[in-house]
């Protein structure tokens, strides 16, 4: 069996049971298919940048990351443009533009190691089995973290296929890909000041600790206000760019809105499990993580959904990031207020 019957056999067999998972049905599942069929193919680019970027970004060249990303936003941007509009390739057009995009992303970082910009590079080494159980355990919560948005993506497909039609999935779908913007925000905020945190630490300097977290606390703040204030009073103007549809571009402007609300607290939530991991103490990371996630979601989403339908769906994840905050400072973190507090910071090598 040559490599094209084998990759079509894995399509047929694999991603349309994965969409169907998913929610998917109709038109939706048609074109989710096609989507996953060319997307697929950029895995490995789309893995080496995230990957990557972290490396770069721990070796003193935070802004060639922010470069290569944002790079790769725009041409993904572009290209959509030119294959969707121009090409006329539809949904294959936009996967295809997205991991183009991601190999810009790829090209880009690999300058810093090219160049030697600085203490990292390419060569041979040896694994040992304690460094791989090491990195494992203080790698899960960034693993954690960045599933989580793709957990409450599934459940919420499946919430609106049971109370919806499909016209709802296309304003979730709509939803999905303005609100991962903001998402993508808090996650680098986090993944940013990890460095910050882990040095000043390790030296000892609670001081410089508590300021740094109080500023990126301060920073989620401000990104969500002012993206939740263009959503509001623009929010209609950003989604006529996906749809003319009436009424589907009502119902994703008060999803858009009604969703929106939740990123106030996930961003304190997302910072407050990467001080963790940057001060060498997954566990906590983790259980924050797994009650946003594993735990408060899904219930939260199976009960609002029932009792107000739609509605509820987009105001889930607000209900599940309230309970997850209010759950780790009051149950688990022995400091009530922990990282509010200067006092704390100073306390946390004796209690954390």
């Known amino acids: ?47 080496l940048g995230i990957s990557l970027s972290s490396f770069i970004r721990n070796d003193g060249n935070p802004k060639l990351a922010m470069i290569a990303t944002v790079s790769g936003a725009f041409l993904n941007i572009a290209l959509d443009y030119v294959f969707i509009f121009i090409f006329k390739w539809g949904i294959k057009g936009a996967a295809i533009a997205t991991g183009l995009g991601q190999i810009l992303t790829v090209l880009i970082i690999l300058l810093h190691f090219l160049f030697k910009k600085g203490y ?10 304690e ?14 973290m960045e599933i989580t948005f793709s957990i409450m993506v599934f459940c919420m497909n499946i919430a609106i296929s049971k109370v919806g039609n499909e016209s709802q999935l296309a304003s979730f779908g709509i939803i999905n890909y303005l609100t991962t913007i903001v998402y993508m925000l808090l996650l680098g905020l986090s993944f940013g000041v990890q460095p ?8 000892k300097n609670y001081e410089n600790v508590f300021k740094f977290y109080k500023f990126t606390i301060v920073s989620s703040i401000v990104i969500n206000f002012i993206y939740f204030a263009i959503s509001y009073f623009y929010g209609y103007d950003i989604v006529k760019l996906f749809t003319k549809d009436g009424s589907i571009l009502n119902e994703t402007y008060i999803g858009l809105t009604l969703f929106n609300l939740s990123f106030f607290i996930v961003g304190i939530n997302v910072i407050q499990s990467g001080y963790y991991q940057a001060i060498n103490n997954p566990k906590n990371s983790n259980i924050i993580s797994f009650l946003r996630s594993i735990i408060f979601f899904p219930i939260t989403i199976f009960i609002s959904s029932h009792f107000w339908g739609l509605t509820g769906v987009w105001l889930s994840p607000l209900f599940s990031e309230t309970l997850c905050f209010i759950t780790w400072n009051l149950l688990f973190n ?14 946390t090598p004796k209690n954390q």
């Open 131 to 144: 460094n791989i159980l090491r990195f494992i355990t203080l790698g899960f919560p960034s693993f954690f």
């Open 334 to 347: 022995k400091n009530l207020g922990s990282v509010l507090t200067n006092y704390f910071i100073k306390s």
């Open 120 to 129: 990292l590079s390419f060569g041979k080494t040896k694994l040992h089995k």
């Open 196 to 203: 910050l945190f882990s040095f000043n630490h390790g030296a």
């Open 1 to 47: 069996m040559n490599f094209k019957l084998f990759y079509e056999f894995h399509i047929c067999c694999f991603f349309k049971k994965i969409v169907i998972l998913l929610g998917a049905n109709g038109n939706v599942l048609e074109e989710a298919n096609t989507y996953l069929k060319y997307y697929v193919m950029f895995c490995i680019p789309n893995i």
